[in-house]
């Protein structure tokens, strides 16, 4: 299969891609006539594509996410690559393919992230954060394997969610170590919900971000991830006013550190202070990590990085 | 008894009032002595007041909120009276006074408040609404009785808080009548439930406010609500996810309406919206007519009023 | 006549609309050629139309707002419907129709409103104010029977002006009932006096506006209102200095609360206070009803409402 | 006559100094006993001061502003110079001294900086712009001779406004020259009244401004300008919604340049951006000479000025 | 040759005018076919351009800016001017024209700005800040000829840098003249080295900057300024802690005077602080008068100004 | 000896401390009489203390910071210990005290810590930017060894400013190792060089800040250090615009993120992201420890903490 980005001008090309996105558009010409403008997507990049000979049938058929098998050839518009699809039909199971491979995808297997994250829950040694933790796992479900951490600021791709968490246990471990004061319970069951509940917050598939969801919008996955340690405990008939049941809640609803950045309290203990710097040290690096990967080759400058304070990046010569 | 806003310099004075606030502190002289700093209060008004001769004995006797019998005199310091405590004992029960004719109070009895907020609450048609907002009625006990709405921003006074929901309660059944398609249970659930958690965030006992609570401080109000209303929902079976729980949790949260005020999602449905309204109205007319009501007589501007942009209020002369 | 909301696809419809917006534009072709990009609206909403073959006549005669005759068919153009004029002329006279009929307007005629403002008027005991606003009443003429309140924040309607004012007056008598300590001659004056200069601050027809005026620009509808009862107290020989003339002007100048909001001063009696919180309420839950009654029927949530934060509003299933 | 900035400690002192504030104060002794706490000032700065032995007469006898003959010591207070008042009493007419020679003053005598104001106001060559600012000049009377500009910010002292007047007619004569497409006459004329009222927002005698008058809380001194233009041209039968009245009442408005500094419509003519940029050069510049003069001889940074970010200024030495 | 500002519609147009941008787009007929969308200026103005038949030559050889001679027709398009070129050469040495003729430029002949800034240099009676001075012009070379003061904010044009220096130089002579207490060495040199390193930080070609520079990006024109006071006083033996080394340094940082403009420090001496007060109103008064010079001879408004709080301008009609 | 931390009143002390502050007052006695008000402290933590009887001799003798052995009381004041000095004089060579054996330190030798930056800069590949940072050495000297990383926000402690920077590289070398795409040269050399001009912008002695130094008020200690790498370029003829050197000046000047924080260039390159990721996370986790480590053994909350918004922190109390 041709991998995207080495797509050339004028080249034939024949494969399965996924559809990212596929919307039903009209030319302007008169009467105008129906097209599909359709972003294809592998693991190396995307194009813009359009199938102009689209059918009612077709207008039914193709929603994204979906795997494709297309046949066209690459074109020159606006000094931008662009694919004419000439064939399109979606893939059959019998084609062999597995739409994973082509979803942008944190670099380590949703399994082993979703194993280490457990594996660290295992290590708290309080066991009404377990139960928490579980209680939470439960509501969770299988999104674990798949959802991204948000919508376009940082690990928007598949499993981003697991891949952030994981690697904030990682910086965890070593902060624990360096300042052995921290309580690591606390802190190890903080990154575990700080961002749980973003899988009911967010629309998601194959770790694209369609929307964000009814109770996203009204309620937020900081207040919801609140909620659900507040079930669990009714549930399980732990006491709210607890210290520890507080200091959890606390870690949660502070880990964004400031009101203007969705935070109504701020940090008060050094937990949930570690927390908040361990959450934006990994998602501040994995942005501009993300966007000087996916830079054209021929550039120097990224395009604006809308996490990290609308700045391009500069990829060094090294001269 | 003498009101001591009609207290007189060199006046001598025998009587019962609060004692609302009692401090050790020592005199500059050398060695320096131990004397009580005390603020009794009334009704009418409140007046600093020094117990010189403090004994051993007295330093265990008098804490804050404590109903007391001193004699005394009335003395200029500073150019602002000042109460000189000869004699001070704490009052008796057969002394046959109550406290609560000592404390500035909600100008309706508290028991009529409750009441009127209870019969508000029964006239929500929707039976799950009813049954967690009679939750968070458990969860509170005789609080709603005495509590005062905050700290010292707007109605800091003996059942502050029911008088706050009353009122606003009023208002919103004119609000209702003028636009019939708000959802009236939606906001009467949410008057009652807004401030509801402040008898958790705030430690305070006959309407003052000592100090913020460990929740209050790590949590807040809005978040401890919301919790109230998960905790009730989990308890009696309800969906966490259906429209009225999440719209009720929506009301809670958005009702401070921006981040720097505390909510960190804002009103968007027009029931929330009509509760921010109706809070800040009710709060800041009255935080206006407080500090009207309890201004010097001699004065034509009342002391910067925090919550009103820390700004004075002129007294027209109606001239 | 069909309502502009129940077109659909492929109908033919005739019958007289307002004219709401008209453009000269040129299509695409080589060479291009100028058509008519129309708005049509009617009391239930409105669409957009085309007028392809638009005369060099044509274009000196259609000018919104204006009441026209057309002829034409729905059609959908890229997932909306749009109007295809065949055949448009303005309307006559004889035709019978009144362009008011076809314009969004304020649920009460405009000569009840104009009454219970003037009546309202009337029942203010100081004499002196009663000149002021008559002296306004007479600068504003008949704008009070049709301004909007505003360009597009809220009340932008025929008549948007007016109604506003009549709702205020209204949550003023209960304001004014809850809280007695209030000076209801000036509330009342305030209330009527506040926008009455957006007739000068905003040219408008027929409840549109098209622009900010002159003055409008260099001065703002606050500064406007103040010279105004300037001008009214000068020419009757009132004391620009005495309290009753300053306290109107600073219920003028201080309604909008804070600098940014356009107050260069803050509410420092409780009669402006109430004003701006009455303002406040009445605008922005008008803001809440228009959003969510003109929205589309099978939306869920509004498009963003630029007068409450930006925020999409939700339309509860009731389930 | 010793100037106060060359007092030395010990030294023996009679002579005539300006009673700037006098309070009363009570020792820390049981009993109490009163004194007056007294700042004497000359043109050369000010010291502290007590009147340890101050009659009921005396505490009846001393206001500020007011010309005393004093007798006393110079004493060493933490680390700073204090005056020990042995004898006072208010300088009687036959003593011979005037009060303003012992204010800190404008550098150049208020009836010079007056006659250039005025002479300035008579080349203005539009004739309704004239009769307006000498409808201004009326109402301010003799206050302009001797008024300062503001409490503290900058220009704080006797004829402070007037000086301020002149210095920005002297800048706008250059920028005028530089750039001739501004209009004169609008520059003068905006000069002139952008601050005139602060002769009736103040409260102030001899330059020291005590407080804020009633007028000038509620309605701030840019609202009084822009009303006594109005009480002009209405009085004068001049058309308010003429553009020359609408400029000079935008002149005023926008000379603050933004709402957070006072300002709700920015500036939109050129004359009007150019009052605002000659106003601040001024008012800065001003307030870092005053004090960079006024700052002990042995010290390298003076106090933070509140005017100019609260910054401290440093002296170059110059080495 | 015909100027552009007097273009009318169907005029014929032969002429030599400054191409200054040239890019290639494509058409929407099928297949998209390549011409060149052209800005053509001169001194009195730009038009839109659109060479239809451009060929694959003519794409390797239109780069602005350039001189170009076009031939073509005046057409009306979206009610604008746009110009319809049929044919067009690069302008040949033998025509005889200098490219800067047509370009936008200061009103003081380029040599005559750098003479003057040069002289004013010589009048520094500091020697080391003239050899610091004389370094930085070493490093400017040429570009202080042409190079503008900003992309677009003030004084964009050919040589802005330099006419916004020596107007600078005027106020400051008359600003030291009124105020004898600044330090003349100080704020010249100030002045003729605060934008002194937007040669570095901008990249522009005849009075047009088409990008921030890699420096520029990176670093800014203060950082670099300061860089190059260090440079030249490491080169010559100079004590970069010496008193008049950082002081030149701190004008140079502090001349945006908040950090949210590019200062890290404030002004904390008076001649840094009229560097800045001169810097903005010569800055801002060049951006009204250019707003207002440029705009359509039909419009009372201009366009808004983004200099300028984004606020469009009133040309007075002086009725 | 003693450790202050253990004091208990009444007890009496001969001990040696650290004198920290030391500054001559008056009693309000008549007339008052000079006494000293000292601060002294050990590794423990510090008390106030009071030598009533200072002759003219000991004003001049005792100057903080300095080691003296004392003689005393503890007493009672207000609640809080302090400590009568009967007798006082300076610690002399023979005593046989080191007076580093007082002050509060970072918990690893200074040697040490310098030891091991020198160590992370000799790994550095690039030999331009280790002769920068040597050059940097050779301008701190032996203040390295000593200074504290700020007057009171983190690391307000002997030798904190090299602790800073050894757990700043820990904590790099973690990260650099979860993510190889970092460039590690400019990562050491950003760290090590990133608050290296503090001991130029500070005044301190034995870790303790007086005051911000002249060129650390003007200038700033990131100017510095940025001036410092030019200084040390130019020296050693090193290209300033090549692109090791500006990205170096860029990892210095964007370490503090924000304008408000005193970074006018925001990160452009992961690097420079990376070490104001770094920095904050040092420095926020050390105040939180600090504030925990130092608080009153009976109290759950510390004072706020100026650098973590000015919150206080919790001490769990594990239950």
């Not at 694919?83 to 597995?98: L, M, Q, S, T």
Request: aromatic fraction near 8%; glycine fraction near 6%.
């Amino acid at each position: 299969m041709t991998l995207i980005q080495s797509f050339t001008e004028g080249q034939e090309i024949t494969g399965f891609y996924l559809l990212k996105s596929s919307t039903i558009k009209q030319t302007n010409a008169t009467p105008p006539k129906d097209y599909l403008d359709i972003i294809l997507s592998d693991t190396s990049g995307e194009i813009s594509a359009k199938y102009w000979d689209a059918s009612a049938a077709d207008k039914e058929t193709f929603f994204a996410p979906m795997l494709v098998k297309v046949r066209g050839v690459v074109q020159l518009y606006r000094e931008r690559l662009q694919f004419k699809v000439n064939k399109i039909r979606p893939a059959a199971e019998e084609d062999g393919y597995h739409i994973t491979d082509f979803v942008r995808s944190a670099p380590v297997p949703p399994n082993d992230l979703v194993y280490a994250i457990k594996t660290a829950a295992s290590t708290i040694q309080d066991t009404d954060m377990q139960v928490i933790i579980d209680h939470c796992f439960g509501k969770v479900g299988d999104k674990l394997l798949h959802y991204p951490a948000a919508k376009g600021m940082h690990h928007a791709f598949y499993a981003g969610l697991a891949y952030h968490m994981t690697r904030m246990l990682e910086l965890a471990e070593f902060v624990c170590m360096q300042r052995p004061f921290l309580n690591r319970d606390l802190l190890v069951a903080g990154i575990i919900l700080h961002d749980i509940a973003k899988t009911e917050e967010l629309t998601a598939e194959l770790g694209i971000v369609s929307e964000y969801s009814f109770t996203g919008k009204l309620l937020g996955h900081i207040p919801l991830a609140a909620s659900w340690v507040t079930e669990a405990a009714t549930q399980y008939g732990m006491d709210l006013n607890s210290e520890k049941i507080v200091l959890l809640q606390h870690m949660i609803l502070a880990h964004h550190n400031l009101p203007e950045w969705g935070s109504t309290v701020q940090p008060q203990i050094p937990e949930a202070l570690a927390l908040h710097l361990i959450d934006q040290m990994d998602a501040k690096l994995q942005a501009a990590e993300d966007a000087l990967a996916t830079m054209p080759a021929n550039e120097d400058w990224t395009a604006p990085v809308r996490a990290l304070e609308n700045k391009s990046f500069y990829r060094a010569k090294g001269n």
